[in-house]
C-alpha cells in the first residue's frame, strides 16, 4: 500500500483502506475487513479447542522449506498448535503455538494448514512391560500419531493383523469449516488418502511421528519390528487373554511364535 502511495491514515486502517477485488460470490469494491470478517464467521468458535499444524509464512509465500531458525532446530516448517480464540470483531483466530509457547491471531481461511485428531502427540518410544512370571495385565499403548503425504491420523490400538484402523480430523462438510469431525478409517484407506493407494503397503507408507518432535519418523513397518524386539522371543510360550476392542471381549490362547520380519505374533 505505500509503494501505491497510500496516506499513513490509509496505512493505519488497512483494513478499511483496501478493497476486495471480489471472488465467484462477488463482493468487488467491499472494505476487506469486512470481507475477512464475513468470511472467519463461518470457521467461528466451533473451532476453538481444535488442534492443527500450521506451515510457517515464508514457507507458505515461497514453496520451499523455511529459513526460520526455529524450524531448522525442529526440523519441519509446520507448527503444532491448538485454536484458543475467536474474534468475531474481525473473523480472526487465535492460535497458541507448542514448539515456542506463542500465540498469533491470524485469519484461518488464508493460513496453509491442516487438522490434527484427538490425542495426536508424538510418543515417548516407551513399551509398555510385559507381565512378570506371576503374571498381570499389560496395556495397550496410546493412539500412535503417524503421517502419510499431506495426511496426519493416530494409528489406534488393538487391531487385529489386516483389520488396523486410522483416525483423523477433517472439517465435516465444506459449507462449515470451522466444524471438526473425527474419522475412523482402515489403515489402506488412509494410505490411499495421503496419496500412496497405488503402493499398497500401508506399513512403508504410513510414518510415525517421531518422538519429541512432529518430525516424519521411520516407516511404522520398522518402527513394528525395532518395538517387538523388544517384547518378541521372550513372550513366546506364554498364556494369555488378549481383548480386541470391535468384539468387545477377551480371548485366550497361547503365544507360539513370533516372527522377527513382521514384528507379529502367532
Known amino acids: ?6 496516506t499513513s491514515e490509509q496505512l493505519a486502517d488497512w ?23 464475513r468470511r472467519g464467521a463461518a470457521w467461528g468458535r466451533l473451532c476453538v479447542g481444535t488442534s492443527l499444524e500450521m506451515l510457517r509464512p515464508d514457507s507458505a509465500r515461497h514453496w520451499r522449506s523455511s529459513s ?12 503444532p498448535g491448538e485454536v484458543v480464540g475467536y474474534d468475531k470483531d474481525t473473523g480472526e483466530h487465535e492460535v497458541a503455538f507448542h514448539d515456542d509457547g506463542s500465540e ?11 487438522w490434527l485428531p484427538t490425542k495426536f502427540s ?7 512391560e510385559p507381565p512378570g512370571p506371576e503374571g498381570g495385565i499389560a496395556y495397550a499403548m496410546p493412539p500412535i500419531p503417524v503421517a502419510c503425504g499431506g495426511m496426519r491420523g493416530c494409528l489406534l490400538p488393538g487391531g487385529k493383523r489386516g483389520e488396523e484402523l486410522v483416525r483423523y480430523a477433517a472439517p465435516r462438510s465444506p459449507s462449515t469449516p470451522g ?12 494410505e490411499r488418502l495421503g496419496g500412496k493407494g497405488t503402493a499398497k503397503k500401508w506399513r512403508q507408507s504410513l510414518r510415525l511421528v517421531a518422538p519429541g518432535t512432529h518430525r516424519q ?13 523388544q517384547t518378541g522371543d521372550p513372550s513366546v510360550g506364554r498364556h494369555i487373554e488378549i481383548f480386541w476392542p470391535g468384539d468387545g ?18
Not at 483494513?15 to 470478517?37: H, N, T, Y
Not at 519418523?217 to 524386539?229: E, I, L, V
Open 249 to 266: 471381549a477377551f480371548y485366550g490362547g497361547t503365544i507360539c511364535a513370533y516372527k522377527p520380519e513382521t514384528a507379529s505374533t502367532r
Open 122 to 128: 508424538p510418543i515417548s518410544g516407551a513399551v509398555p
Open 68 to 79: 526460520d531458525p526455529a524450524a531448522i532446530e525442529a526440523g519441519t516448517s509446520w507448527r
Open 104 to 114: 498469533a491471531r491470524c485469519w484461518l481461511f488464508l493460513q496453509t494448514m491442516r
Open 217 to 229: 519418523g521411520d516407516t511404522m513397518g520398522r518402527w513394528f519390528r525395532a518395538f517387538g524386539a
Open 1 to 6: 500500500m505505500a509503494d501505491a502511495g497510500c
Open 179 to 190: 466444524v471438526m469431525a473425527e474419522f475412523t478409517v482402515p489403515a489402506t484407506e488412509f
Open 15 to 37: 483494513k478499511s483502506s483496501l478493497l476486495f477485488a471480489g471472488d465467484d460470490a462477488g463482493g468487488e469494491g467491499q472494505p476487506v475487513g469486512g470481507w475477512a470478517m
